[in-house]
């Protein structure tokens, strides 16, 4: 039997535009996906998924995420005529849009492979297995949540001339925040097609805009390692207002950004990439934490409470 593991994942900024060369800062989150793979007789494979999700999460993705384990077990060279697999998708990962349940699987099941079979695979190797079985979800991914998944921690992750980078960053403080679900699956394939229309439509805007976002990550990198998170909040808030004004979020998304910040959020926005999914909330000290979560909770929302930049994921 082989096993793996991938983390969950959050992005605090860049979410919409690392295909343009922004960059992001995000964080591994501390739950996981939990993959098993066991040798059988026969031949092909079938996968058992016992992750808790956001109802209709898995349903709206199965076809992705078979064309993905085929991606993969191909990727890999797993021959599957001469023998069959039993692949058991479990964890405390919470499967559901924007907190990078694909990517959590298919680290999972890039780390259950090679310690079945052997393949010797160090943790580039992984995250390059991951990343191309993100394709059967994202089209073209970044490779942002895979990173993120396979290595853990808060990080810094820029695409630079179609080559991704990222490096490790060191927070003040440990930082609590709340995620909250809007209940919608999202299609994430969708959000290059309204990226290039709007550049499209006004490419000096859009030049200037990513300008104004690559500051914006700056600045929220910064407030990070200094543990200014009152500064990273209002960065992040006015961060949504853009993402909002592209056609980006979504009305559930604005609206539990708005709680969030009323219930005294010290920041929120979209995470992911957007039209449905999480939101995320910065919320210091386990009072506020509490008090934001249980007010989406009493509106019928799934929320995650996470602590990031405690220690590496």
Partial sequence: MGKGSGFGKTILIGDSFLLYGVPAVLSALPY??????????????????????????????LVHRDESVKIILEEAGIDVHSQRLQITVGGDLLAGSGVGASAAICVGLARALDDEFDLGLDLAGINHLAWRGEFAYHGRPSGVDNTASCYGGLIQFQVEEGVPRFETLSPGKPLDIVLGNTGISADTSRLRQITEGEKARDPKRFSRLLEVVSEQVVKVREGLVRGDFQEVGRIMTENHRILIELGISHEILIRLCDLALKEG???????????????IALTPGKELQEKVAAAMESQGYYTIRATIGAEKQ
């Fill in 32 to 61: 996981k996906t939990e993959v098993e793979v066991v040798r059988v007789p026969g031949a092909g494979w079938e996968l058992t998924d016992n992750r808790p999700e956001v109802p209709g999460y898995k349903q709206s993705k």
């Fill in 265 to 279: 959020a010290l920041g929120a926005k979209l995470t992911g990439g957007g039209m449905g999914g999480f939101m």
